[in-house]
Structure formats: structure tokens, C-alpha cells
């Protein structure tokens, strides 16, 4: 079994990929001879790991979650360290190939079924959390939840805290992406405050300034949002994670939002982003110019010439949504500063959009008191006030009474004392 490894090694130094696998899968299909078995194993063991790794890295999802199911069936054979080391790496493999299959959720869920019935505890929460991240992905948030629930009351009993807090984590993100921005807060401050108490991986700790930053961006916090932001993508980028991609982006959504554009390109431009550019990078670059020409029709082309890249992304689309309200008010603003009455439709044929939108605004702004005027829509008319100054005397008059009461409280508190 030994000399098979072996070959099949050197047929993968050499490129011959496809009969390398041919050889790795008869090596696990094999029984262990009795005679040095331990050597046997490790070869077993070796050629599991490298044909999981092979197909994981051909994209073959049909012929790994095969591999996984044969694995199961012999997993007796090692010991259950092993076993669970063998199962668990096999199945991220598994998950975090991009070629989908429709069967990670079944095959995660066969293998937790499978370490139950071993009475394989670690494995069997390991793999429960990869479930949640699965449910996360796919979209499934409620089950997400669910899972994350029952599974958390379990860590911490136990006491298991890196796990903790990954699965602390996916509640927040779970949270946050069906619009509970309080509880999606709450889960991160309990995952940050457990993940202080441990060693944080660099990904994980990734992970959570990624979350930390979104859930600022959230609060129109931008500043504070970006200073994660550029942590989560330094940490990303130190472990090359394809994730470093997000974080930059929404570095560059954050400096936007600021209304500091002009930065987007000297921090694209930087030693850290240079590797990183790409279709993503340059729909943020046309958004950041679009913005610093306050131009909506810009914008507009942008938003349908990356929207794979835009409307994709929920964060960026929901940002982006904001930017857009905010330059039609600013253009707006410009178009009617010149004038005290001007028609509505004349408005709209210098802005390029449609009547109904461009009233619809007006109203908004005049009722947000960003404008100071009223429509009159029998005559399809703006008309514009000047803006009044406030007479400050009532104020300050306000401000003199509540001091004389205060003194006068004071001076009968005294009064009383000296009685």
C-alpha cells in the first residue's frame, strides 16, 4: 500500500492528475494487510486526505461526498481522533467548494446523524456548526437560527470556546441579514467578549471586524465602520483569504459614503490592494466617480454594468440605495437654488427623470425640512420661501427665567436652613 502512495505521488508531481485519482481511490477501496499495519494506515489515512484534497480541488463535489460516504464506512479501521480529523476536513472540503450540488445540506446532515451514533460529541458540534454556516449561505435563515440555538446552549455547558464563538458569530450574521440589526449586535458583543479570552485565529478574528464593520455601516458610522474594514482585510489578506476581497470593497463603499471619493483611488492604488484588482475593485472605482461628479446618470450606467457586482452584494446595494437618494437631493438642491417658483416638470427635464419621481422627492425633502417651500399641485408648481432667520431672544429669555428660578430655589434653600 506503501509503493501505491508512492506512485501515486509521483503521478501528481508529474501532472497526471486523473490517474493519480484512479490509483489514491483503489489505495482506499483496499483492505489493511495485517503486516505492518500501522504503515498501511498511514497510508490509508495519507491517501484519503490527498485524493479529498485532489477532487476538492477539481471541483468533482459528486465523487468527494462518494469519498465521504465510502470513508464512513471504514472509518473503524482508525482510531476516532483520526476518524474525526478525516470526516471533518473531507466535508469542509466538501463545503466550501464552489461547484454546488444540492446535497451539502443532506451529506451534513448524514454525517452528524453519523457521529451521534458513534457517540463522536467534538465532531458532531464541529460538523453542527458547519451546518449553521451552510444554512447562512444558502440563505436559510430561520433554520440558521434555529440550529445556532440549540447548538449554543450545548457549547456552553461544555465550555468549548472557539467554537463558541464562531457559531456566536454566524447568530449575528443570521440576524443581521433578516433586518434584527439588536439581536445580530447582541450575538457579536457576546462572541468579541468570548473571543477575548482565547486564542483568535486570524480568520475568525477576520470575520468578526467584517461583521463589526457591517453592523456599523448600519448605523451610518462610517469612520468606525472603515477602521474594521481595514482590519478584517489586513487579517484576511495576511492568511490569503479570498474575504480580504470583501473587506477592501467595503473600505472603498465606506470612503464613498463619507463623501470622501477622491480617497477610493490612492487606496486601490496602495502595495496591499494592487493584488486585488478586478471587475469588484472597478465598480467601486465608476461609483466612486460617479459620486465625485455627483452625476446620478453615472450612476445609474454603473449600477447596470456591475450589477453582478452591486446588486449582488446586499450591503452594497443597500449603501448604494442611500448615495443615491442623497445625490438626487444635492442635484435637485443645485437645479432649483435659482429660483422662488419653478415648475415641477421643468425640474424633472433638466434632472432627466421621470415627473412622478421627481415630485415624489420634493415632497419628501420639504417634509424632512431639507427644503423650505410647498408644491402646488394644481399648477404643477415648486414654490420656494426664503429661509427665515430664528430669533434667538425667546431662547435666551427661556434660559434667564429657568436661572433666576434656580437661583431663587437656592437662596430659600438657604433661607430655611437658617431658620
Not at 472540503?93 to 461547484?99: G, N, S
Not at 440576524?175 to 486570524?202: D, E, F, M, Q, V
Not at 448600519?218 to 478584517?232: G, I, L, M, R, V
Not at 461609483?287 to 454603473?302: C, G, H, P, W, Y
Amino acid at each position: 500500500m506503501m509503493e501505491l502512495y508512492e506512485e501515486a505521488e509521483n503521478l501528481l508531481a508529474r501532472k497526471e492528475t486523473d490517474t493519480a485519482i484512479h490509483l489514491l481511490q483503489k489505495i482506499v477501496d483496499l483492505p489493511v494487510p495485517v503486516e505492518n499495519k500501522e504503515e498501511h494506515l498511514k497510508a490509508k489515512e495519507n491517501a484519503v486526505l490527498s485524493l479529498g484534497k485532489l477532487l476538492a480541488k477539481q471541483g468533482l463535489a459528486e465523487e468527494l461526498g462518494k469519498l465521504i460516504q465510502a470513508v464512513r464506512d471504514i472509518v473503524d479501521i482508525f482510531s476516532k481522533a483520526k476518524a474525526a480529523k478525516l470526516i471533518r476536513e473531507l466535508v469542509d472540503w466538501f463545503l466550501d467548494m464552489d461547484a454546488s450540488t444540492g446535497n451539502e445540506v443532506p451529506l451534513c446532515k448524514q454525517c452528524i446523524e453519523w457521529a451521534r451514533e458513534g457517540n463522536r460529541v467534538f465532531l458532531r458540534q464541529s460538523l453542527e456548526a458547519r451546518l449553521v454556516a451552510l444554512y447562512v449561505d444558502t440563505q436559510s435563515y430561520p433554520l440558521a437560527l434555529s440550529a445556532a440555538s440549540l447548538l449554543l446552549k450545548e457549547l456552553k455547558k461544555i465550555d468549548d470556546k472557539s467554537l463558541l464563538v464562531e457559531v456566536q458569530l454566524l447568530e449575528s450574521i443570521a440576524y443581521h441579514k433578516i433586518g434584527n440589526l439588536t439581536r445580530s449586535r447582541a450575538s457579536l458583543t457576546s462572541a468579541k467578549t468570548t473571543a477575548n479570552s482565547i486564542y483568535c485565529p486570524p480568520k475568525l478574528q477576520a470575520s468578526l471586524d467584517l461583521q463589526s464593520g457591517v453592523l456599523h455601516a448600519e448605523e451610518k458610522d462610517f469612520k468606525t465602520a472603515y477602521s474594521y474594514f481595514y482590519e478584517a482585510f489586513e487579517s484576511f489578506d495576511s492568511v490569503d483569504n479570498p474575504q480580504a476581497l470583501l473587506g477592501l470593497k467595503y473600505m472603498l463603499l465606506c470612503k464613498i459614503m463619507l463623501a470622501v471619493p477622491e480617497d477610493v483611488h490612492s487606496i486601490v492604488t496602495g502595495k496591499l490592494a494592487l493584488r486585488y484588482a478586478g471587475p469588484e475593485v472597478e465598480a467601486m472605482l465608476s461609483i466612486a466617480k460617479s459620486s465625485q461628479e455627483r452625476s446620478l446618470a453615472a450612476l445609474e450606467k454603473t449600477v447596470v454594468e456591475h450589477a453582478q457586482y452591486i446588486q449582488g452584494d446586499p450591503v452594497v446595494k443597500s449603501h448604494l440605495a442611500d448615495l443615491y437618494d442623497n445625490l438626487l437631493e444635492q442635484n435637485l438642491l443645485r437645479i432649483i437654488e435659482p429660483f422662488s417658483r419653478v415648475e415641477v416638470e421643468h425640474v424633472s427635464v433638466i434632472i432627466n427623470l421621470p415627473l412622478d419621481r421627481v415630485e415624489k422627492k420634493l415632497s419628501q425633502m420639504i417634509l424632512d425640512k431639507k427644503l423650505h417651500g410647498t408644491l402646488d399641485q394644481g399648477l404643477g408648481v415648486l414654490v420656494l420661501y426664503d429661509d427665515t432667520s430664528v430669533d434667538k431672544t425667546y431662547k435666551a429669555s427661556l434660559q434667564t427665567i429657568s436661572g433666576i428660578g434656580t437661583v431663587v430655589d437656592a437662596l430659600y434653600a438657604k433661607a430655611k436652613a437658617l431658620n
